[in-house]
């Protein structure tokens, strides 16, 4: 799907994040790859490279401005162009109700899962006006509910399908296409131990907590890492050419939107 393209994934961690950088290069990409960690940076880039692509890896901090652009230019520098950009940076918001929650935490959440998104997509515009490319932002499924205590939760994701939106609507005129993917529960580590914790708790086996969860989906499963990339990157690719301001929700059937 994106064959001979450069795609920038923001955000790589070791479930997701890494998943994204992976697909992107089987499917033909060249991959920058940014995050905190350069150890996992490099050990993600082994893997690209394993699948015959080119990798960059840049240690970035996504909220700060002038590392950011630090990114771009490398990113630029190496390549000449970025034809994809992935935003996936997260931190998990304070999981209190709003009524209660602090509201200092609540902006440093923001800087991480909404601001740095709008941060790299103003600075890349440029470079993805020129290439004709496109963004897709990482959303997640807990927009779909209101569950307690996910309100802070939601509230930054809210933001960041607001920004992904606006946009489009900013962008689609100069031919950049802009959309998000909204992930349900992934069946990667921090999952399983999430899983196991609960299973300790209750004195039952994992997998019991596991099809309890998975009982609510249509396909009477959890979503894995590289299904949630494939959906992502698909909307970074041609194929999805006409598709631009939407959000894909990749849950196996928990939600239905």
Request: with cysteine; net charge negative; hydrophobic share 50%.
């Amino acid at each position: 799907m994106l064959a001979d393209k450069v795609v920038l994934v923001a955000g790589v961690g070791p479930g997701l994040g890494q998943a994204l950088a992976v697909r992107a290069a089987q499917h033909g990409a060249d991959v920058v790859l940014a995050a905190r960690t350069e150890s996992f940076l490099a050990e993600v880039a082994g893997k690209v490279t394993a699948a015959g692509r080119h990798a960059l890896v840049v240690p970035t901090d996504l909220t700060d401005d002038d590392a950011s652009a630090a990114l771009m230019r490398a990113a630029l520098d190496r390549f000449g162009r970025v034809d994809g950009l992935v935003t996936n940076a997260f931190v998990m918001p304070p999981m209190r109700a709003l009524g209660k929650v602090d509201l200092d935490d609540l902006r440093a959440s923001f800087d991480v899962n909404v601001l740095a998104a709008l941060r790299l997509t103003r600075l890349l515009t440029p470079a993805l006006v020129e290439s004709g490319g496109a963004v897709v932002m990482v959303n997640s499924a807990v927009l779909r509910h209101s569950r307690h205590p996910f309100g802070p939760y939601k509230l930054a994701k809210a933001g960041l399908l607001a920004v992904a939106q606006n946009l489009a609507s900013e962008l689609g005129p100069k031919g950049v296409r802009v959309n998000s993917v909204a992930p349900g529960w992934i069946w990667a580590d921090s999952l399983r131990m999430w899983f196991d914790y609960q299973a300790t708790q209750r004195e039952v086996p994992p997998q019991q907590i596991y099809d309890e969860i998975a009982a609510g989906t249509d396909l009477r499963r959890l979503p894995e890492p590289d299904e949630v990339a494939d959906a992502a990157l698909f909307l970074l690719s041609g194929l999805a050419r006409g598709i631009t301001g939407q959000c894909l929700d990749v849950n196996c059937g928990e939600f239905h939107h």
